[in-house]
């Protein structure tokens, strides 16, 4: 580890965060109905009825040596076994509790996995826009961020790009799909096309090169999409996911790696990421909520209020003449920026209480990330002052 540059990780304030910092500020002087903060991915709607009763039946039943204690490394068998048997259901896999690591939500599944999958000076292609957090866990593993820009309007691969940046180095590339922060969702066909040009690039470069899919808003899709579950297009494929949006469980920290039983090195990866795990000083995933996880593994919160959100934000801003990423799944909008500096922007925003994030931390510069995981009334009152700033720039 380099002290330096964890010292200056620790004081750089990621631009969401100063938003935050500031919108705490703002609302103890205004009035926190008078902030319309848009800049966090906590989601706002809570946990299903059903899980809540699920936990405090498992808390007054249970022995708590067992529900409080250490869980075996890779996470508690029934919870495996659980996890596997929903997904081969849902999506008609063979995979079994082997093939599953539990874990501390997608950051740990990302940050284990890259430790596991990328050699000192080896690169991970990455697609902008992105998770801001990608680049510190890639450099963290040793590894080089290779950044591939998605285009407007649908940001979806562009192929040509992705090919020019591969190479004999690139030991991963990391698909986010649904896109924080764009809301964009790669079709089967951008999923189907990127396996055969992963497998290509293996070949010509004689070596694996692991695609990770970080997924943790797969279940926050919006208009009958069909999932495309990567492990079925190829067969290198670890997928990375939590339960922090889709149960809206965000700080209890609980997600799972999935290694492919197609790929014929998987027990070997298996056991990297194990052995990171056990580097990264994870001990166990949190033990009560691997309890739960046989209980709750079909439920997810009411997410036909961010479906609600989507509509009546896309809708009320492209008529006001902002241009928009239409967003399929997640629960981020991306506006574009009406002038070429979107810090200008996302600053003249707050002149009318407007609390959104400038794209630049997504590795792409002219765009504000607009989170609607916000109740439908902040959304709604919001209106008149994204009115006001369409009018500034006369839109
Ligand atoms: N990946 C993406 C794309 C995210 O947006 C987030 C959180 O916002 C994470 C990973 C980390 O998720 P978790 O809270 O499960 O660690």
Known sequence: MNTKRMKELGEKRSVIRELFEYGTKRKAEIGAENVFDFSLGNPSVPAPKEFTEELCKILEKENPA???GYTSAPGDLSARTAIAADLNERFGTAFGPEHLYLTCGAAASLTISLSALVNEGEEVVIFA???????????TAGGKPVAVPCEWPDF???????EAALSEKTAAVIINSPNNPSGAVFSEESIAKLGKVLLRAEEKFGRKIYLISDEPYRELIYDEE????????????????SWSKSLSLPGERIGYILVSPENEEWKNLYSGICGAGRALGFVCAPALFQHIIPKCVKMTSD????????????NALTKMGFEAVYPKGAFYLFVKSPEPDANAFCEKAKKYELLIVPSDDFGIPGFARVSY????????RSLPSFKKLAEEYSL
């Open 66 to 68: 067992f529900l409080h």
């Open 129 to 139: 826009p992105f998770f801001p957090e990608y680049t510190v866990f890639i450099e």
């Open 156 to 162: 979806q691969i562009n192929f040509e790009k992705l």
């Open 226 to 241: 069909k999932y495309p579950f990567v492990t079925k297009y190829y067969k290198d494929a670890v997928i990375c996911y």
């Open 303 to 314: 997410i036909s209020v961010y479906k609600q959100n989507r509509d009546l934000l896309y």
């Open 373 to 380: 995981c916000v109740s439908s009334e902040q959304i709604e």
